[in-house]
């Protein structure tokens, strides 16, 4: 039966996308952000890239599209205009042995034109409005996105109610209601709760056996120079370069998760981590890097949260406990395992959280609602948010091939 009402906590891409879905269907949703403002952690960049970055046709990569797919015709539908959503188009370059292999192996797998092309060299910098470095793959309609402008989209459906400044601190469960709890004594009930709060995810009762990892990164912004204003479209190589967008451009990000690093556990703004950024237009156009090497004007870190596999934690959870207790057989159907009915996740989508977080926010709005999933059964198994438990049982068998199927 379809819930009435639901708790969606944390406000960043995926919490803003699973409450616009569930809204979509009718769910009465209460949305809490802890900050004063959404978007303010991980989403809070001041542009988004939605791209998706594929490679042999595995798992991942059908993921990757499919998410990329699903996010543009939800941006589109959205009406936002050339300011918040900008199909400026990107390219992904061949800027090293390997990576001008998996760009090539991706050209021939048969994708629509409209999807992707490779370009040589001199197409590569025909377009770009800029030169080019190497060949690359273009794809037409990835862009860049304005988070909290999207977000705030997303949030205007009437069934949203949007609470802000409201910490999280408990969850529990009355019967087949569940009672959440804030620090400001607000007490909420509903028929189900997402836990959307990326890292903080793990601090309830019964989520501390998901694993994720924080992931510090850094964005630099860069005054637009008369040679780079030419840039029409995103490039990447190891990092990105947007367009100039208000007569800025971002380039990054940063990846560290080195603990013996003080940066990764700070926020604060790294010189090094600037430079790294800078290193990165060296590899995608000699002129770029040349009339932006001067041009910081400003940054910003935050942690992301990602998987040690890469897939996101989405789905309904466990519980732990009653699992451990009496463990499952390596073959058990999933409707066997003790699901905490109601309770879901949609965590750890990394730094392509605004291309991977709609459509898995579809894949639980469809969970939750009964109705056919948007992906293959396999690929959102994949992303159950038990896998690591199941593994460390032992049970990686079950943990790789469990579905969707406990409803």
Known sequence: ?????AVVIGAGIAGCSTAYALAQRGVNVTLLERRAEIASEASGNPIAMLYPRLS????????????????????????????EFNRCGLLQMGFNVRELARIKKVATQNHPADTLKYLTQIEATSLAGISISHDALYFPDAGWVNPQRLCQRLT???????LTLTNVVNIMKN????????????TLSADIIVIANANDAQQFSQTKHIKTQAVRGQVSQLSATEISRQLKMI??????LSPAVNGQHCVGATFSTDKNDLNTTQLR????DHQSNLNTLKTISKSLHNSLYGNIVGGRA????????????VGQLLDSAALKSTPPRPTAAAAS??????????VAHGSKGFTSAPLCAELLACLICNEVLPIASELAGLCNPNRFLLREMGLKQLAKTLAYAQN
């Open 1 to 5: 039966m379809q819930p009435k009402t």
């Open 302 to 313: 935050t942690f992301r949260c990602t998987t040690s596999d890469y897939f996101p934690l």
């Open 156 to 162: 205007e459906h009437s069934n949203i109610t949007l």
């Open 235 to 240: 490039v990447c190589s190891d990092g990105y």
């Open 337 to 346: 395992l003790p699901w905490i009915n109601g309770l879901y996740l949609n």
């Open 175 to 186: 019967n087949d209601i569940f009672l959440v709890y804030s620090d400001n004594s607000l």
């Open 269 to 272: 703004i790294s010189a090094s």
């Open 56 to 83: 042999s046709d595995n798992a991942a990569s059908v993921f990757a599209l499919a998410a990329y797919m699903h996010s543009l015709a939800l941006f589109k539908s959205l009406d936002l205009d050339a300011t």
